[in-house]
């Protein structure tokens, strides 16, 4: 069955500690992972990474992608109470399926 | 601004009474999706639908049905409500093509309560 699976399911930092999102997959006909960042309401997108060992880098946030060990990471450094959010992880599979994990929730504190 | 539309963004009805909760995009966008969010198991997908006229089941489609008569709108709709349908709703659009090559847009969800 193809699942993706997100660890931890829920982190509490606080301000400057830098935190690492797990993204694990088991899908047939691996296509791409994306992650999303969602605070109270909509999922926003962060980045789409289709290729081993490319990082995508977007300020704070960087993020890989394994597709040999079947797994993606999401960096924060000098995390921020603004970064508190669920973060998303989907994986899109054979030409139009896509399934998300239960996501991470994470706490910054001041 | 480009942007997803939902309504209504709360909603709290009774087991068993008809509710439709609407779904509006202004970026042309030919694939839509319905997702409901429950915690611990993260989006589920409900329905989608490629194009105009096209729509299809997606992981959880009981209790539920969609149209999608125009471009712009998939509303969703719930014949017969019950308790275990009360979850957090998001609706999505895309550019058409395949999943892989396109972000998904998100509405800004529906908070569904049915007792």
């Known amino acids: 069955e193809d699942k993706v699976v997100q660890s931890p399911l829920s982190l509490v930092v606080h301000e400057g500690d830098t935190v690492t999102l797990n993204c694990s997959y088991e899908v047939t006909n691996f296509r791409s992972l994306l992650w999303y960042k969602q605070e109270k309401k909509a999922p926003t997108f962060l980045f789409m990474l289709t290729s081993s060992g490319i990082e995508k880098k977007s300020g704070r946030l960087s993020s890989i992608l394994d597709k040999k060990e079947l797994f993606s990471i999401l960096n924060i450094t000098a995390t921020q109470t603004g970064d508190s959010a669920i973060y998303l992880c989907?994986?899109?599979?054979?030409?139009?399926?896509?399934?998300f994990g239960a996501g991470t929730r994470l706490t910054v504190k001041p | 601004e480009a942007q997803v539309t939902q309504n209504p963004r709360y909603l709290i009805t009774v087991t068993g009474k008809k509710l439709t909760v609407t779904c509006s995009q202004n970026?042309?966008?030919?694939?839509m999706s319905w997702y409901r969010q429950d915690p611990g198991l993260g989006l589920r997908q409900i329905y989608y639908?490629?194009?105009?006229?096209?729509?299809d089941k997606g992981d959880v489609p009981e209790g539920y049905k969609v149209s999608r008569k125009e471009k712009r709108n998939f509303p969703l709709i719930l014949e017969s409500p019950s308790p275990n349908q009360t979850s957090l709703y998001f609706c999505a659009s895309r550019r058409q093509g395949p999943s892989y090559n396109s972000p998904l847009h998100f509405g800004n969800g529906t908070r569904l309560t049915v007792t």
């Open positions: 989907a994986v899109a599979y054979n030409n139009n399926d896509m399934r």
């Open positions: 970026m042309n966008h030919e694939y």
């Open positions: 639908s490629m194009n105009v006229e096209v729509t």
